[in-house]
């Protein structure tokens, strides 16, 4: 699940808010290109992944009861361990100046409706507990994303990873759980480029999962839409990667030559191994 995501928010974040004649001539699953938003190398997972990686780390320390304190103490320790450019300019800049959760969660804006508490959503999707996931998948979106926008956001993505996880129906029946479950109009004909928006993410993250029956083709449409493609392939691709479905046959490349420094592949393969064989096993 982690590798599949930091591998597809690495190609996306080569995409992200370029022109659609670019995305056209370069997004052929052949190659990482640079993300402009960010000065690491081609290959290099954002903050969609970090994020994730933080959740995981939190679902991992068995903590009954969340707090919006102890969720910002990981996603803080997940930044200064190594940090990233690739979130926004404000939070960028706050999670430099931040030292503690208490600091965190006093000084921080949390009225926005955009997308960064969906992107960090697929690993809740494991709780086996419906109420827990979806109670839990609200407390992480309210420290950044408390509103109306940003918590559905949150427990749409979840509850996209629930339904494939528990095996609770078809792919093409997963829009109508999503849209009963949560108790707003989605869409999953998207074809406009993806905004920094919870609602407009958890759309294209619909549609292009309606429109695929491989990871690569998930990875391919996500990028094709253009936007915010690396947040749509970060959710995409590691809600598709427990579709029964979905081919799993991603590219070489994207293992190849993705990133491995002290938190890249190898990282990311062992904690990826101890989160499944706690969740998955469930």
């Not at 491995?260 to 592949?265: I, M, Q």
Request: aromatic share 12%.
């Amino acid at each position: 699940m982690l590798l599949v995501m930091a591998m597809a928010d690495a190609y996306g974040a080569g995409f992200e808010f370029t022109d659609i004649e670019f995305i056209e001539e370069k997004n052929t699953l052949t190659e990482y290109q640079h993300a402009w938003l960010d000065s690491k190398p081609a290959g290099s997972y954002t903050d969609d992944t970090q994020m994730s990686i933080a959740i995981c780390e939190l679902m991992l320390a068995d903590r009954k009861i969340w707090t919006k304190q102890l969720v910002a103490d990981y996603f803080l320790n997940a930044f200064k361990r190594d940090p990233r450019q690739s979130y926004s300019d404000n939070f960028y800049h706050f999670l430099l100046t931040t030292q503690t959760a208490s600091e965190f969660v006093n000084n921080i804006y949390s009225d926005s409706i955009r997308n960064g508490a969906a992107m960090r959503s697929v690993p809740l999707g494991l709780i086996k507990d419906k109420t827990e996931m979806l109670e839990k998948a609200k407390i992480q979106a309210q420290l950044t994303h408390n509103t109306h926008e940003g918590i559905i956001s949150s427990q749409a993505v979840a509850l996209c990873v629930f339904y494939f996880v528990n095996k609770l129906g078809k792919k093409a029946d997963l829009f109508s759980y999503i849209c009963e479950q949560t108790n707003e109009f989605f869409i999953e004909d998207k074809t406009e480029p993806t905004e920094c928006d919870g609602i407009d993410t958890v759309d294209a993250v619909l549609t292009v999962l309606a429109q695929s029956s491989t990871l690569s083709e998930v990875l391919y449409h996500a990028v094709k839409l253009g936007g915010d493609t690396d947040s749509v392939a970060t959710i995409a691709c590691g809600i598709a990667y427990f579709c029964d479905e979905i081919e799993q046959n991603l590219p070489d490349f994207l293992f190849n030559e993705l990133e491995n420094a002290a938190f890249g592949k190898d990282f990311l393969i062992e904690l990826n191994d101890r989160f499944l064989t706690t969740f998955a096993a469930n």
